[in-house]
């Protein structure tokens, strides 16, 4: 047997950081494999190569086939991979992540266990949809009526700009014909910025499954984070996207939710929210050094922390 037990992994200091990287790709009909440090999509009209560690979140599609390779480049990329449905409408499997350390994790969970936290938390992240507004003091049950009472304002504001009628969110996930031309907008760009938002906090080493404002679901936390943004990117994409000519509404949606997800930094400015929703503002800054690095210690109920990889006696 050969003595090579694979390429070397990538150092850290190597990787592009998330915010760093572009948004999304979504691939569908097409066989992806791998070319040094490139992944290839291959189709009857071609071959395209994507350098592995520029991609936040590579969503394969109906049709796909993957390889080994492709999955181990991207992993060592340390690029998310998520298995999506027709259209991008539904994921069905990810992974992927950057993160070295468990320092947000620890305080993610840490806040979602403690009724204070988990509220102060909640409340800061409607805070970021109220700008100007003070809401230190609202019941969860307050909040989400006046978001209620936004949203319902938003999809109003974009049907009389763009002259699309709006009835009211419906959509059937067993029947996408089913669904006006904006409602399957809005399904698809929500989708796309889903697995975004996922990307980001699987990268930054969060639990998707841990949300403040959602919760018992796999991914509570992509769409609490998620909300932030709906209103910015989403909502108005899916509108100007009824509104238009378009042959293909999935399609087109997609496109433009990766152009304002990189033209407004989206990247950058989810994990910084991220960063300063769990650790506050002065100590999210100061995470920018310590996220990549490895740093695996043992846990003392005294101590706190002992240093690891150390033959430890019994004491006396």
């Known amino acids: 047997m050969s003595g090579t037990v694979g390429r070397r992994p990538t150092e850290l200091a190597e990787l592009v950081r998330a915010e760093d990287r572009i948004s999304f790709l979504y691939l569908e009909r097409c066989v992806v494999n791998r070319d040094s440090n490139a992944i290839t999509a291959t189709d009857e009209r071609g071959t395209v190569h994507i350098p592995a560690a520029s991609v936040g979140a590579l969503m394969l599609g109906p049709g796909t086939t993957v390889t080994h390779q492709a999955i181990a480049l991207l992993a060592d990329s340390g690029s998310t991979v998520l298995w999506v449905g027709e259209r991008g409408v539904r994921c069905y499997a990810h992974g ?33 949809r109220f700008p100007g507004e003070q809401v230190s003091e609202l019941s969860m049950q307050q909040l989400r009526g006046r978001e209620g009472a936004r949203v319902r304002r938003v999809y109003r504001e974009q049907s009389e700009r763009t002259g699309v009628r709006w009835s009211g969110r419906t959509y059937d996930p067993e029947d996408w014909e089913a669904s006006d031309p904006v409602n399957q907008a809005l399904s698809a760009a929500n989708a796309c ?30 769409y609490d984070i998620a909300d932030l943004y709906k209103a910015e990117i989403t909502i108005p994409t899916s509108f100007d996207v009824a509104a ?14 990766r152009d304002m997800v990189h033209d407004g930094n989206l990247l ?11 650790l506050g503002e002065q100590e999210a800054d100061a995470t920018d050094d310590i996220m990549f690095t490895d740093n695996v210690v043992l ?18």
């Open 193 to 222: 910025l889903y697995g975004v938002v996922n990307s980001v906090i699987v990268a930054l080493g969060c639990a998707p499954a841990l949300g403040f404002i959602h919760t018992g679901h796999s991914r509570s936390f992509v």
């Open 268 to 278: 950058q400015r989810c994990s910084r929210d991220i960063r300063r929703l769990l």
């Open 96 to 128: 992927g992540g950057l993160a070295r350390t468990s320092r947000l994790a620890e305080a993610q969970a840490e806040a979602v266990t403690n009724r204070r936290s988990r509220l102060r938390v909640a409340r800061e992240m409607y805070a970021m």
């Open 299 to 316: 846990w003392d109920e005294y101590l706190g922390e002992v240093g690891a990889g150390i033959a430890y006696e019994e004491p006396s």
């Open 244 to 257: 238009g000519d378009c042959m293909e509404i999935g399609a087109d949606v997609r496109r433009r939710v």
